[in-house]
């Protein structure tokens, strides 16, 4: 992340290139444990998401199973 600091730094003009590779390298390293972490977090979102779409299909099969029980209980209630 570029902090305020680094904005006024960049605007100053850091003489010293040594010091802006530095800069930068702990700034990517920042950015690739960020990816990481975003990364972790999208795999985890996904595993919720087949979880979810497996208990709605679950849901879904009671549901057609508990109309069928009812439509054929008013059909025996209808012979009587």
């Known amino acids: 992340m570029i902090t305020s600091e680094d904005i006024a730094r960049v605007k100053r003009g ?3 290139p040594e010091e802006r ?3 930068l390298e702990k700034q990517k390293e920042i950015l690739k444990a960020a990816c990481k972490k975003s990364g972790e977090t999208i795999k985890a979102l996904q595993k919720e998401i087949e979880e979810l779409k497996a208990e709605l299909a679950r ?3 009671d549901h057609q199973y508990d109309n069928l029980v009812h439509q054929k209980e008013l059909e025996s ?3 009587k």
């Open 14 to 16: 850091s003489a010293d």
């Open 21 to 23: 590779i530095e800069q």
């Open 59 to 61: 849901a879904k099969e």
């Open 77 to 79: 209630l209808r012979k």
